[in-house]
Every structure is written in structure tokens, then in C-alpha cells.
């Protein structure tokens, strides 16, 4: 698809022919939800959302038509800077500030380039992974998907905590313990929603018996990295960065710590960690 703001005035996108697939009208103002992609919104609460890797020329008629091949950041600063979109929050694309979280939707913290694998969960055991919230959001729904049948008495907890002064997590922020009985996609609703402010934290997963779900791989070496913090740029020998992940034996209560004072376990491996997502508002 192209990006053309035409002789009118008017931005419009198109396709490879150029047939005219969305004429974006009245003010409009985008957004970087992600590295890969921008909304844009116009009219009156109207908004399109469009993926970097999809576009393949912009063009400021009547100059000719330019590749593109980019990220969301470079898009948004040439719509900004050529096409006289405005950026929300201020700036022209590539900082954290112009991050826009879309209300309602299910945000795992990734971006591009991340592989979605089917592993086990490993039992008395809490497993940390972090995230990094580039926009102050509230968590109202803990998600999780499990990919093979529990068993009737199958508990799961979820949890997230802060990160600590030495980089690691401390201080338990909220929790929810979930029923995985069954093979289906659990959405739980928080007693509470948890506000995350911009930063880093840590996601804990803990299960009384050892069930299948989708996990979360890295990339393959030289590609993006996702919004994780404490990546390890290693190779195991089969092209995969690896993941830095911390342990601890704990055996299933259906709680977790308040606060995080026994010594974890770093584990660097291709494992990969389980893939919870979270319903946002803010």
C-alpha cells in the first residue's frame, strides 16, 4: 500500500494500482501503538490503524512516489514532518511519549518479531519475566491461553510486581488466581484495576500441575528486538536469541509473595515464557 498526500491537500491511502482505499479527512492525529504500528485518527471518533511493513512507497504529489521500508517510528516522523499529520503527545514519532495503548484492547507489551510457541508450564515454581510499559495504563483483565486440558483441579495465579532498586522484582502490585481447567483462552477480571505507570515490571506465573499454553520465543538473531527488557544477545546454536528469565521454588498456595526476599534463580534459555496478555483502559 502507498501513503499519498495529493495535490488537493487531501492524504489518502492506496494501493499498488492506485485505487484509493481510505481518504483521511478533517484534522488528523496518529498515534505509535507499536513498532510496527500507527493509528490514525480523523473525523469524529474515527481511526484507522496502519502496519509499516505494509507500506511500500510514500508520496507528495506531484514528486514521485519514494520506497519505504521502516518502522513505525520512521513512519510516523515522515507523516508528521511530509504529510502534516499531527503526533499525538507531541514530538515526531520514535520516543516512548508518542506510545498510544488503544482502550479496551488486550496488550501482551510486544511488538514486532516475537515467535508464539506451545510449551509446559513448569510446576512449584513462580517464573519472572519483564515488560515495559511505554504509557501509563490501568489493567483491568489478566488473559492467559491454555492449550491442552488441565485437569478439574488445575489452578493457575497470575501476579505483577515492581521492579526493585537492584533491577529485579520486589514488591507484589496485584494478582489473580485463575481456574485452567479447561482448553480455552481465560479473560479474568481483576478485583481491581491495577494502574502501571511508564516503566519496567515483572509478570509471575505460578501453577499447581504442569499443563501446555502459548509461550513467548525471541526472535531470530538480527531482527527487532520486542518491548522486554533484560534480553540476553546470545546463541543457543539454533539462530534464537534467548530469553533472561528469573525462578524461584515455591510450591502452588494460590498466592504469591508480597515481597520477593528469597535469592532467584537466573535461567537463560530458549525456553520461553508463558504468554499472558492485559485487557487495558485508562
Known amino acids: 500500500m502507498n501513503i499519498v498526500k495529493q495535490s488537493t491537500g487531501n492524504v489518502v491511502l492506496t494501493d499498488t494500482s492506485g485505487n484509493i482505499l481510505k481518504a483521511f ?51 510516523a516522523t515522515l507523516l508528521s514532518s511530509d504529510f502534516f499529520f499531527e503526533v499525538s503527545g507531541g514530538g515526531g514519532g520514535g520516543t516512548t511519549s508518542n506510545f498510544k495503548y488503544i ?11 516475537t515467535v508464539i510457541a506451545i510449551r509446559t508450564f513448569l510446576l512449584n515454581e513462580i517464573i519472572f519475566y519483564p515488560i515495559e510499559v511505554k504509557q501509563e495504563v490501568d489493567i483491568t483483565h489478566i488473559q492467559l491461553q491454555v492449550t491442552s486440558t488441565a485437569g478439574a483441579s488445575s489452578r493457575t495465579i497470575v501476579g505483577i510486581y515492581d521492579n526493585g532498586t537492584d533491577g529485579l522484582p520486589t514488591n507484589l502490585l496485584t494478582s489473580l488466581e485463575i481456574s485452567t481447567t479447561t482448553n480455552s483462552l481465560f479473560s479474568d477480571a481483576l478485583p481491581t484495576p491495577q494502574t502501571l505507570s511508564v516503566g519496567t515490571y515483572w509478570v509471575a506465573v505460578n501453577t499447581n500441575i504442569s499443563y501446555s499454553a502459548y509461550c513467548l520465543r525471541s526472535a531470530t538473531l538480527g531482527s527487532l528486538q520486542n518491548t522486554f527488557v533484560n534480553i540476553v544477545s546470545s546463541d543457543t546454536g539454533a539462530g534464537l536469541n534467548i530469553y533472561e528469565r528469573y525462578r524461584l521454588s515455591y510450591t502452588y498456595t494460590g498466592t504469591l509473595p508480597a515481597t520477593i526476599t528469597s535469592p532467584l534463580t537466573l535461567t537463560v534459555s530458549d525456553y520461553a515464557n508463558p504468554f499472558i496478555t492485559f485487557k487495558i483502559d485508562y
Open 25 to 75: 479527512v478533517s484534522v488528523n492525529a496518529l498515534d505509535v501503538v507499536s513498532s510496527n504500528e500507527i493509528v490514525i485518527k480523523y473525523g469524529f471518533n474515527q481511526w484507522t490503524s496502519i502496519f509499516a511493513d505494509q507500506i511500500d512507497n510514500t508520496q507528495v504529489e506531484p514528486a514521485a512516489a519514494i520506497p519505504f521500508n521502516g518502522d513505525a517510528y520512521e513512519l
Open 103 to 113: 482502550k479496551g484492547n488486550s496488550i501482551s507489551f510486544l511488538e514486532a518479531n
